[in-house]
C-alpha cells in the first residue's frame, strides 16, 4: 500500500464535462450511502459519512462541496435521496427533522476535508477525516437538540455513531491512494 501524498484530481486540469460528471457522480454516491442504513433512533446509521469523506478526499473541496450542494438541492426538491425517504418524509420538511444537521455538516465536512487532505500522506488524510467529523457532529447534534433532551443528546445522536464514522474514515484514508490510480485507468482524471 503507498503512503504517497495523493492531490485530490480538482487541482489538475479537469474539463467542465469531466467536472460535472464527477459532481453527479458524488451526488449519486452520496443517495446510494444514504439508502445503505443500520436501523438507530432518531437518526439511522448510515455510510453518508464515508461518502462524504472519499468525495472530498478525491475530488477536493470544490468538487465535494458542488456534489454536496447537488445533493442537498435534489433533496430539497423533494427527490427521495435522503436516509429513510419516502417514508419519513421528503423535500424541506425532511431536512428540517432530526437529521437536518448532519446533512449541513456533510456539507461544511466536504470543504474543511477536500482542504486539509490536499497533498497529504494516509495519516494526513485521516486526520483531514476526523477534523471533517467535528462538523458533521457540531451541526447534527445542535440540530437534534430541537427533538431530542438534553440528557438523551450524546447517547442518540453522538455514542452510538462515532466507532463506526472512525473505522469507515479509517478504510478511506487506508484506500484513497488508490482511487486517483483507478480513476485514471477509467477516464484519464488521475494523473
Do not use: C
Not at 52 to 73: C, W
Not at 162 to 185: F, H, M, T, Y
Request: aromatic letters at 8%; a positive charge.
Amino acid at each position: 500500500m503507498s503512503h504517497a501524498p495523493v492531490r485530490p484530481l480538482e487541482n489538475r486540469w479537469m474539463p467542465t464535462a469531466r467536472t460535472a460528471l464527477a459532481v453527479i457522480a458524488g451526488a449519486a454516491l452520496m443517495t446510494l450511502a444514504a439508502k445503505v442504513q443500520i436501523p438507530f433512533w432518531p437518526v439511522p446509521m448510515t455510510l453518508h459519512t464515508m461518502a462524504a469523506m472519499a468525495i472530498a478526499v478525491a475530488f477536493g473541496p470544490r468538487v465535494a462541496v458542488s456534489a454536496m450542494l447537488a445533493y442537498l438541492a435534489a433533496g430539497a426538491a423533494g427527490l427521495p435521496v435522503f436516509s429513510g425517504t419516502p417514508e419519513r418524509g421528503i423535500g424541506l420538511a425532511y431536512m428540517a427533522g432530526p437529521t437536518g444537521g448532519y446533512l449541513f455538516g456533510y456539507l461544511v465536512a466536504a470543504w474543511l476535508v477536500g482542504t486539509l487532505a490536499a497533498g497529504k500522506a494516509t495519516l494526513g488524510r485521516f486526520l483531514a477525516m476526523l477534523a471533517g467529523l467535528v462538523p458533521v457532529y457540531a451541526f447534527g447534534l445542535a440540530w437534534l437538540a430541537v427533538h431530542v433532551p438534553a440528557d438523551r443528546l450524546l447517547a442518540a445522536g453522538l455514542a452510538p455513531f462515532l466507532i463506526g464514522d472512525i473505522v469507515k474514515i479509517g478504510v478511506v484514508a487506508a484506500g484513497s491512494a488508490a482511487v486517483p490510480a483507478a480513476l485514471a485507468r477509467l477516464g484519464g482524471l488521475g494523473r
